[in-house]
C-alpha cells in the first residue's frame, strides 16, 4: 500500500515571497503520477500540478513547480511570488495501481499574509 | 483542464430517506470515477472506485448496501445513499480519470440529514 505523507501540518508566506512545501511517499510501483491539488474554503479541489514518475525534468506551471527526487521519494511544491488567492489546504497525491486511484497527503494549511 | 460536474452542491434530506449525487466528466470519458467523503479539517477519504459497467470497488470500511455507486455511461458516475442517518452528513465529493491518467474532481456535495 501507497503512504503519503505531508510534514508541514500549516505554513505561512509573506505575499510576493516564496514557499516549499513538503511531500514525501512510499510505494514499491514503477509507474505511478504524483499530484498537487488546491482546496480553497469552497472546498473545490483544484489541479496545481502534475508528475509522472517516469519524466526526470521537473513539472512546471506559471507560478508552481516541483522537486521530484524520485530515489529519494519526495515530491515538494514550490510556489513563487506567492498570491493572497493561494491561501488554501494544499494537498499531495499519490496515483497508481491498475485505476491510478490517489493515496493523499494529511495537507497542509497555507496561508499568504499581505 | 477538464471538466467534472457535481449535483446537487447542497442537499437536506430527512432521515431515513435515500438521496441521489451525480458525477459527470463533461468533456472527455472517463473510464474510471472515484467517490470520496470528507470530514472536516481532514483529508480526502477514498469511498469507492467506479468502473464504466462494471461493479464499485469500496474501500474496506464503507457499506455497500448504504452507499451505492452506479456507473452506467463513460460521462456519469452516482452516489445514492440510502436510508441517510445525521451521521452520513458530510462533504462527498467525485474525481474521473482521463485518459492521461490526470484526475479531476467534482465542485463536491454538501450532504445534511435532519
Known amino acids: 500500500a501507497q503512504t503519503v505523507t505531508q510534514s508541514q501540518p500549516e505554513m505561512s508566506v509573506q505575499e510576493a515571497e516564496t514557499v516549499t512545501l513538503s511531500c514525501t511517499y512510499d510505494t514499491s510501483e514503477n509507474n505511478y503520477y504524483l499530484f498537487w491539488y488546491k482546496q480553497p474554503p469552497s472546498r473545490q479541489m483544484i489541479l496545481v500540478i502534475r508528475?509522472?514518475?517516469?519524466?526526470?525534468q521537473n513539472a512546471t506551471e506559471n507560478r508552481f513547480s516541483v522537486n521530484f527526487q524520485k530515489a529519494a521519494k519526495s515530491f515538494s511544491l514550490k510556489i513563487s511570488d506567492s498570491q493572497l488567492g493561494d491561501t488554501a489546504m494544499y494537498f499531495c497525491a499519490f496515483g497508481g495501481g491498475s485505476n491510478y486511484k490517489l493515496t493523499f497527503g494529511k495537507g497542509t494549511l497555507l496561508t499568504v499574509n499581505p | 483542464g477538464a471538466v467534472v460536474s457535481q449535483h446537487p452542491s447542497w442537499v437536506i434530506c430527512k432521515s431515513g430517506t435515500s438521496v441521489k449525487i451525480e458525477c459527470r466528466s463533461l468533456d472527455f470519458q472517463a473510464t474510471t470515477m472515484f467517490w470520496y467523503r470528507q470530514f472536516p479539517k481532514q483529508s480526502l477519504m477514498l469511498m469507492a472506485t467506479?468502473?464504466?459497467?462494471?461493479?464499485?470497488?469500496?474501500e474496506q470500511g464503507v457499506e455497500k448496501d448504504k452507499f451505492l455507486i452506479n456507473h452506467a455511461s463513460l460521462t456519469l458516475s452516482t452516489l445514492t445513499v440510502t436510508s441517510a442517518h445525521p451521521e452520513d452528513s458530510s462533504f462527498y465529493i467525485c474525481?474521473?480519470?482521463?485518459?492521461?491518467?490526470?484526475?479531476?474532481f467534482g465542485e463536491g456535495s454538501w450532504l445534511t440529514v435532519v
Open positions: 474525481s474521473a480519470r482521463t485518459s492521461g491518467n490526470t484526475i479531476y
Open positions: 467506479s468502473n464504466e459497467g462494471s461493479k464499485a470497488t469500496y
Open positions: 508528475q509522472e514518475a517516469y519524466k526526470q
